[in-house]
């Protein structure tokens, strides 16, 4: 099982990056993808997730508005477009995938079962 993150970067505030979470060694298209984002010495935090079948989305509401999931089942891919972005949503981002079985979006670290390693986001004022 593997997740890669890419795509991170730095960028001034108000402007935009887009993410990407490339999936292996699973069946992608019945597991749930969230993502999550961590600063140094604070609890990783809730971003926003997508159902398997895209659906349905649901965010944070400190990002609502202005980030932006979508999946591509055919490439094993979710994206995370960041728009308007704020030094505060400086942070290592992550996707997780949860497991087919958790019948509920779950919006905590412990109800994701796959994890990537993480990009780096760093918005500058």
């Known amino acids: 099982v593997q997740l890669v993150e890419s795509g991170g970067g730095s960028v001034q505030a108000g402007g935009s990056l887009k993410l990407s979470c490339a999936a292996s060694?699973?069946?992608?298209?019945?597991?749930?993808i969230g993502w999550y984002r961590q600063t140094p010495g604070k609890e990783r935090e809730f971003v926003g997730a997508?159902?398997?079948?895209?659906?349905?989305?649901y965010y944070a509401d400190s990002v609502k508005g202005r980030f932006t999931i979508s999946r591509d089942n055919a490439k094993n891919t979710v994206y995370l477009q960041m728009n308007s972005l704020k030094p505060e949503d400086t942070a290592v981002y992550y996707c997780a995938a949860q497991q087919p079985t958790r019948l509920t979006i779950s919006t905590t670290v412990s109800g994701y079962d796959y994890w990537g390693q993480g990009t780096q986001v760093t918005v500058s004022s």
């Open positions: 060694g699973f069946t992608f298209d019945d597991h749930a």
């Open positions: 997508i159902r398997w079948s895209g659906e349905s989305t």
